[in-house]
């Protein structure tokens, strides 16, 4: 590296989109900044060792209290757009699995509240590039 150069510090993150049969998806209420107030997918940073996948199912259920296990998660994508978060750069993997309609759910950690949405009836405005992965977790 010469001394021009800079090194960008990554922060590597999961995301789940959990569905239902009846086509309602699990969204959690933001409670602290960026987009406080605004819905986003439950995930979080992926600890030292651990896969993004147990990353996945961890926080879902420390957010939303919904316990899947990791091989019930299925991997959509990932998105590392520079600008995707205000903080910095994140790179999210992320994953869609489906849950029983009526699978209870409580807010937890760093959730202000959770909610299933009709993935028709989506909240005008959600958290990042969350409407993006939705889209792309549900395109048939």
């Known amino acids: ?9 990554i922060r590597y993150t999961a995301d789940v989109v959990a569905l239902t049969p009846t086509q ?4 959690i209420q933001r409670d602290w900044p960026p987009h406080e107030g605004a819905w986003a997918l439950p ?4 600890d030292p ?3 993004s996948l147990a990353a996945a199912a961890r926080e879902l259920a420390e957010e939303t209290g919904v316990h899947i296990t990791a091989d019930s998660l299925r ?7 520079p600008d995707r978060d205000p903080r910095g750069r994140y790179v ?7 849950v029983p309609a009526g699978t209870r759910i409580v807010a937890g ?14 909240p005008v405005r959600l958290a990042f590039d969350h409407a993006d992965i ?3 977790a549900t395109a048939s």
């Open 75 to 81: 991997p959509i994508g990932v998105w590392d757009a």
């Open 134 to 136: 939705i889209r792309a």
């Open 1 to 9: 590296m010469t001394e021009n150069e800079t090194v960008e510090t």
């Open 109 to 122: 950690d760093d959730a202000r509240t959770v909610r299933w949405w009709p993935l028709d009836h989506l």
């Open 43 to 46: 995930g979080g940073h992926v």
């Open 92 to 98: 999210t993997v992320a994953y869609v699995a489906v």
């Open 24 to 27: 309602d998806v699990l969204l």
């Open 49 to 51: 060792g651990e896969t």
